[in-house]
């Protein structure tokens, strides 16, 4: 058959798998072990943290989604960041972005502490800090684009050839985008990964990862590596996040009609200094997001005039935005990344990174766009009296 698109693959994934009944939806099997059919006589799962039915069927649909060979579930995004770390010794590199995920820049640092390996920490859009990374022969080179909070992007094609000229292999934290917004294995990269936790699931009902590598053989050896360690996701969580797959083609679509109004609005309004947006025209990187994003997404960040005074002013006003850490689910979120998400970073390395303690967070939500505007507009005029 033809090669399917974005939404039939999502929503298409696990349906008329059951054999026995004909279920429609996949079941969720929650059985930790599996019978042998006799001695010496194994069926396709035998233990659930190696394997389980509905986490296989969850893995098989992102691996299509990410067009890669493999996938693989994990407990969170996290300990799928914490995987890509099997394939380190203490003698290797690796090099990751200087403005990444909270999480992973303290795994990354309190590994290195420990000299599991060694740690390079780059802005990998100061093409000579790149190459002098680079140089240093890295395994493995981490991308992350678009970062958090500030929306800055990295050219994951440019980057990923550079590390391979030199034989690393390059993971791209996918978070921000999910697949149907940008594949970073179609640009080149070795390993994908996601924290499900966010567009995937999209429900903020599940806290998840997954990771999905464009060969099989790497794929064989993480996925040995989960199951050593015991970080496969369960089959509960599986069940959900394959659940709100089903419907991400779709919740993307309005994330980003909503987040298109929204960043219209707050650039035009006066209480805002500067808004952080790849789908405004005059964010430095819209042409990049243009040509490696398949659109612009729903994470924007914005510099509030009136310091942190005029933000809790803000946060207090407003009624359809949530004031809490994490993105991705069809509610709107708001968050202050100096005191929340970035709090783990010293206030000296926040300033450096950009992040001020006028700067504002919102993952854009599905709610109806004319309530949202309406509920900012009047928390930001009360924020400034
Ligand atoms: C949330 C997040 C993670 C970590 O995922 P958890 O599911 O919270 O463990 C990693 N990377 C990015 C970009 C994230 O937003």
Redesign the pocket.
Known sequence: MSEKKFATTAVRAGINSDQQHGAVIPAIHLSSTYALKGFNEKRQFDYSRTGNPTRATFAQAIADLEQGALGIVTS???SA?HLICQLLSPTDTIVIPHDC?G??FRLFTHLAKRELFNLVVVDQNDQAALTQALAKKPKLVLI?SPS?PLLRLVDIASVTEQAHNVGALVAV?N??MSPVLQQPLLLGADIVFH?T??YINGHSDV???VLVTKEQALGEELAWWANCIGITGSAFDSFLALRGLKTLPIRMKQHQENANAVAAFLQQHSAVEQVYFPGLADHPQHALAKKQQHDFGAMMSFELKGGVEAVKVLFDKLEFFTLAQS?GGVESLISHPSTMTHAGMEIKAQLAAGITQSLVRISVGIEDIDDMLADLSQALDASQL
Request: aromatic letters at 10%; hydrophobic letters at 25%.
């Open positions: 969170t995004g996290m960041v995920y999480g992973s992350e958090n934290d978070t921000f924290s936790t966010k806290v998840g990862g993105l």
